[in-house]
């Protein structure tokens, strides 16, 4: 897990890259990337709501370069897509970088169960992004969330549920936890460049934020959402999800017993 401060998110993914030995390290010539973004609200990304273009922009660039033969970008988002894509400028740099845009049109969903899940069973499932994929690349932001506490890496998954996906609220905890068994990604970028403190997850000011300049990379989703509880200014124990993946075999919370690299921009 290699963690990166600075507040310019293309310069911090870079020395957060680098630090894990370089992106050809996971993405090797002719993988086929998907990157799954948060494009939940048609918000514009100063609010910090969704997945920031920056960063959407330099990653599917970086994956090109590395030669990924393809990246496609794609989430469910809860507003209107072509809105929510649009407003958040994720369609325009997917589409500057060179990668794709998967938008979840009726087509693109599949009923899927999790094996031995108790949430995710015949649920409508985004697969026609997954389609021919093998590498998957998570970007989230880092998050207050009214249910859950914070949304992050983990949370970020709930994207690919189609449905009426909110019945889960009333169990957010073992749906986030079931959603980190369904996924086990190559990668996970955390944007706490800026975190939204408050009234997440969708904010809707400016004060919602906070300039905390980081931002994480890691091959481990648990350890990920760990260190970004310390952006909300609290700690892993806070969000029972986390030690619900621990101990579903999903990753480690303790962070500090990885090997990290930290960095300064």
């Not at 905390?212 to 200014?233: M, P």
């Not at 806070?238 to 101990?247: G, H, K, L, Q, V």
Request: hydrophobic share 45%.
């Amino acid at each position: 897990m290699a963690i990166a401060h600075g507040s310019d998110r293309a310069v911090t993914l870079s020395a957060a890259l680098a630090a894990l030995g370089g992106l050809d390290q996971f993405i090797r010539p002719g993988d086929r990337v998907l990157l799954k973004v948060n494009a939940a609200f048609a918000t514009p990304p100063s609010l910090n709501a969704t997945s920031h273009p920056t960063l959407v922009e330099a990653l599917a660039t970086e994956c090109l370069k590395v030669g990924a033969a393809e990246v496609r970008v794609s989430d469910n988002s809860i507003n209107d897509p072509d809105s929510c894509f649009r407003l958040t400028g994720i369609a325009q740099a997917a589409t500057k970088a060179g990668a794709k845009l998967v938008m979840p049109t009726p087509s693109a969903f599949q009923s899927f169960t999790l094996p031995q899940g108790r949430l995710i069973v015949d649920w409508p499932l985004l697969t026609a992004p997954l389609a021919g994929i093998n590498k998957v690349i998570g970007l989230a932001p880092v998050k207050d969330h009214q249910r859950s506490g914070a949304s992050m890496t983990m949370k970020n998954w709930y994207g690919l549920l189609g449905g009426r996906r909110n019945v889960f609220h009333q169990d957010i905890n073992n749906i986030i936890a079931e959603l980190a068994r369904m996924v086990r990604p190559t990668l996970v970028v955390l944007d706490g460049t800026n975190t939204m403190m408050t009234n997440g997850p969708t904010g809707g000011s400016v004060a919602d934020l906070k300039a905390t300049n980081t931002l994480i990379v890691s091959t481990d989703q648990v350890a990920a959402d760990a260190f970004g509880a310390t952006l909300l200014d609290q700690t892993a124990a806070d969000f029972p999800y986390i030690a619900m993946a621990e101990a579903a075999g999903c990753g480690t919370a303790d962070f500090a017993s990885l090997k990290l690299a930290e960095v300064n921009t």
